[in-house]
Every structure is written in structure tokens, then in C-alpha cells.
């Protein structure tokens, strides 16, 4: 007996719920904001999405520390009105 590919039982996957349209949307972290700040001055540039992805993460590991604060305080702000905006729902 030989197991071809429509011998076998087809896997099934476990849907997740669909999300809330009206619920809050979850703020990105710093890292993303940082990144989404890098890749609008990098968009004139004619670069692959994995030459960009290796650059702006090099910028952010030699990001100086201060300038990385404030982006993380930035996210923490948005996390704190994400925080609130989810109990008022």
C-alpha cells in the first residue's frame, strides 16, 4: 500500500476569531517607529526590502542612547493611551 498525498487526511487549521473593527489599534513599538521613520527617507531610494530591513536595523543598533529614549518614551506614550482607550471600550 502506498500513501500518495490525497491518501492521507488533509490538516485542519484552527481559525483564530476575526478581531474587532471598533477596537482599539495596538501601537507599534519603537523599533517600528524608528523604522517607519527610516524607511520614509529611504523611499527614493532604489533598494530591496532586505537591503533596507539590514540598514535600519544597523541604524538602530548605533543609535545613540538618548535618541533611543526618546523613541521608546514615544512608544510608551502610546501605550499608555492604547491602555486606556482599550478600558473605555
Known sequence: S???PSNQPKRKY???PKSDKHAPIKPPSAYIMFSN???AQL??????FAT???FV???WKNLSHEEKQSYE???MQA???YISALERY
Open 52 to 54: 533596507i530591513a539590514k
Open 79 to 81: 501605550k499608555d493611551e
Open 73 to 75: 518614551r514615544t512608544a
Open 14 to 16: 484552527r481559525r483564530h
Open 43 to 48: 523611499r527614493d531610494q532604489n533598494m530591496s
Open 57 to 59: 536595523g544597523d541604524q
Open 2 to 4: 502506498t500513501d500518495t
Open 37 to 39: 521613520n527610516a524607511r
